[in-house]
């Protein structure tokens, strides 16, 4: 069946392109010069996005494996049975959003606030920026790894903060299977927000200083401002940047994986990749 529908698929493929060949050959007839500059950008997105793409939905319809790579057969929807009975499917898929959410929402809303400091009147306006900045310039896998050893239930800079200034016991946070997911979250917080508060400065510094002066002339606090003026001039520009966000943490493996240590405590801070 699997056979019978790649067959059909391929053969309305290419009914489509011969329906469309007698327009391409006009247009390529009309401006060749533009075809050829972006032949190298579409050889190259098909050799490394859309064929492998559409060849990992083909052998996930099959038994390969790096026993059975030179006879692999198709065993049609067996993987995909596999993986949607399993219950603890869902729970990583259920911790995979959490995640997600979670750092979602503390990335744009911390980026804003900063954001809006910054955008003031400050002394050493500039070094401060630059402070806030370096999360994001530093490379995730250097300061994941500086987090874990922060997170280090003996010797780790928190729990050493966390009983000498607040007087409380040792977190146990890389052997707990919540508290090894909080510390994940925190480090990538802290990884996270300095894009958003770019991404939001921005916004920001297009906004004409003139709307502001208006909503004070009407009486408008700073709160009705913010809510009148701000977010939705900040709205054209945030959109995108959450949605990257979005993707980007859902798919994040590089924080999780160094700052748990590839899972622990016993595969329980995993995240569906």
């Not at 979250?185 to 939001?200: D, E, K, Q, R, S």
Request: charged content about 10%; glycine content about 4%.
């Amino acid at each position: 069946i699997i056979k019978i529908l790649l067959f059909l698929l391929i053969l309305l493929l290419i009914f489509l392109f011969l329906n469309q060949f007698g327009y391409i050959v006009k247009d390529y007839k009309k401006n060749p010069y533009a075809y050829l500059f972006f032949a190298p950008a579409f050889l190259a997105i098909i050799a490394v996005v859309i064929f492998p793409f559409l060849y990992n939905i083909l052998i996930s319809f099959s038994n390969y494996s790096l026993r059975t790579f030179n006879d692999w057969q198709f065993i049609g929807l067996h993987h995909y049975i596999d993986v949607f009975l399993d219950s603890q499917f869902y729970v990583i898929t259920f911790k995979t959003v959490l995640w997600t959410i979670i750092n979602i929402s503390f990335h744009v809303s911390l980026g804003i606030l900063l954001a809006l400091l910054i955008n003031r009147t400050l002394p050493a306006k500039p070094i401060i920026r630059t402070f806030l900045i370096i999360p994001w310039a530093l490379p995730q896998y250097i300061a994941a790894l500086s987090w874990r050893g922060m997170f280090n239930q003996e010797y780790g800079s928190i729990n050493l903060i966390i009983t000498k200034y607040l007087y409380l016991s040792p977190i146990q946070w890389l052997s707990q299977p919540l508290e090894a997911f909080t510390a994940c979250i925190l480090t990538n917080i802290w990884l996270g927000f300095p894009f958003m508060m770019v991404i939001a400065l921005g916004g920001l510094q297009s906004i004409p200083r003139e709307l502001y002066e208006a909503a004070k002339v009407d009486g408008a606090n700073r709160w009705q401002q913010f809510n009148n003026i701000t977010l939705p001039m900040l709205k054209p520009v945030m959109i995108p940047a959450i949605i990257l966000g979005m993707i980007w943490t859902f798919n994040n493996i590089n924080v999780i994986w160094f700052v748990s240590n590839g899972g622990e405590p016993a595969d329980q801070t995993h995240i569906l990749v």
